[in-house]
């Protein structure tokens, strides 16, 4: 079946520094979403692209999705207290594929 | 924020006890989800429905079982708890087709 891996599973940084995590997929994907968690929360949607190539921005977050379609970014610039979390991307297979598969997520923890 | 539901959010119960967390959802999704997170790990899909009366299992084993009789409500019984059904439980739920889905608040479970 399907997988979905993120790299690096946990990350550590400086408040101000830069973070980016890397999401794979084993087969190509019609879609990616991602989502953040919150420690004692639950996942949030955050976005969703579709295009081969996609690239899109909310306020210092940048997400990719891989021109093969089969891998995804997210990158934080200038890091904040307020980022700390878990981000998970998710995938739909291609076509008619009807179930969604989170990756592994990574665990951001950013230091003040 | 999303219409979803989940009773209890907290629950310590003995070993042996029946047990049923409630789902409820007010935005008419036909999709329904339950996830079994352990802190910052993982999402394991436990059960998933596309519909009334429509049921399956997830990825991950489990020995819960769910109902769908209504479309906004989706309980998960477990008959006999142990304490390796510790852990936390979410629902989701989200339109049809491929599109992001909406979580919870989550139980904590706890089995002594």
């Known amino acids: 079946g399907q997988q979905v891996m993120q790299i690096p599973q946990y990350q550590h940084v400086q408040e101000g520094e830069d973070f980016t995590t890397y999401c794979n997929s084993s087969t190509t994907l019609s879609n990616i979403q991602w989502y953040k968690q919150r420690p004692g929360g639950h996942p949030v949607f955050l976005i969703q692209l579709v295009k081969s190539g996609e690239v899109k921005k909310q306020k210092r977050l940048t997400f990719q999705f891989g021109e093969a379609k089969k891998n995804s970014s997210l990158h934080i610039t200038a890091t904040q207290t307020t980022d700390v979390g878990t981000y998970f991307c998710a995938g739909y297979g291609p076509g008619s594929a009807r179930q969604l598969t989170f990756g592994s997520g990574t665990q951001l923890t950013v230091l003040p | 924020e999303a219409d979803i539901y989940q009773t209890p959010r907290y629950l310590v119960i003995g070993t042996g006890k029946k047990i049923t967390l409630e789902c409820s959802q007010t935005m008419g999704h036909d999709k329904m989800y339950w996830y079994q997170q352990d802190p910052g790990m993982e999402l394991h899909l436990i059960h998933y429905s596309y519909g009334v009366n429509s049921t399956e299992k997830g990825d991950l084993s489990s020995e819960s079982t769910v109902s769908r009789i209504r479309t906004e409500h989706f309980p998960l019984t477990l008959e006999s708890a142990r304490p390796s059904h510790t852990s936390q439980y979410l629902c989701?739920?989200?339109?049809?087709?491929?599109?992001?889905?909406?979580f919870g608040d989550g139980t904590r479970l706890s089995i002594l």
């Open positions: 989701a739920s989200s339109a049809t087709g491929k599109q992001p889905q909406h």
